[in-house]
């Protein structure tokens, strides 16, 4: 069983997504708990890809086949994982803004944001205001996250707030993206920033934490 966890652990690092998929489907047919399975490999080994991008050891195209292994993983398990409607971790969904199309920052933060257990809906890129504004409405998410990644579409992140002031005592606001600042973050007046994926998933920790004390 160890040597199947191990085997599955280094096919995230490495980025084989259809050996990830056989080796976790593998894993299960040896009755190996999904939470095992969950902790030991998969978040073992997105989280030992994040540190080989931390070492510079990893370059993009790295990242982005380990991010593919992890979510094909994890799609195997995911129904085991949290059975059921009872699911009640919080919500996190995440979307580019209109008019831009890069999404290898948003997928790294939706690979790290589920290995860190909680619940992640995609909205996918080149979003429109209306279509963040419809989804908060049906799936009621905790917390919102917007991305830019040009500077001529960063301007798209204000008109998205602005369309979502109706729900906005409702939700916490994040944004993110190369282009995008503290200062920038302040000035939209969203809830919080972060210029990497991994300090991405200690922000919304924390704004999660900070919306759980004043409820």
Not at 97 to 113: P, Q, S, Y
Request: proline residues 3%; negative net charge; glycine residues 8%.
């Amino acid at each position: 069983m160890a040597n199947l966890l191990q085997e599955l652990k280094e096919s995230v690092i490495e980025g084989n997504a259809e050996q990830a998929v056989m080796l976790t489907e593998q894993c299960l047919q040896a009755k190996i708990g999904a939470q095992e399975i969950f902790r030991e490999a998969i978040v073992a080994g997105i989280h030992e890809a994040g540190v080989l991008w931390d070492c510079n050891r990893y370059r993009v195209p790295d990242v982005i086949l380990s991010a593919d292994a992890f979510n094909s993983a994890v799609a195997v398990i995911e129904k085991q994982l949290h059975p059921g409607e009872s699911d009640m971790r919080p919500k996190v969904m995440l979307g580019v803004v209109e008019g831009d199309v890069h999404d290898l920052g948003k997928n790294i933060v939706i690979a790290m944001l589920r290995g860190a257990g909680l619940r992640v809906m995609d909205l996918g890129v080149d979003v429109p205001a209306e279509q963040f504004v419809a989804a908060v409405r049906e799936e009621c998410p905790d917390v919102l996250g917007i991305g830019a990644y040009m500077s001529s579409t960063m301007l798209e992140i204000p008109e998205v707030i602005r369309a979502l002031a109706g729900l906005r005592s409702q939700i916490k606001i994040v944004v993110g993206g190369v282009v995008i600042s503290q200062a920038f973050c302040e000035q939209v007046g969203a809830d919080g920033w972060a210029p990497d994926a991994s300090t991405a998933v200690e922000m919304i920790a924390s704004v999660l934490r900070q919306d759980s004390k004043r409820g």
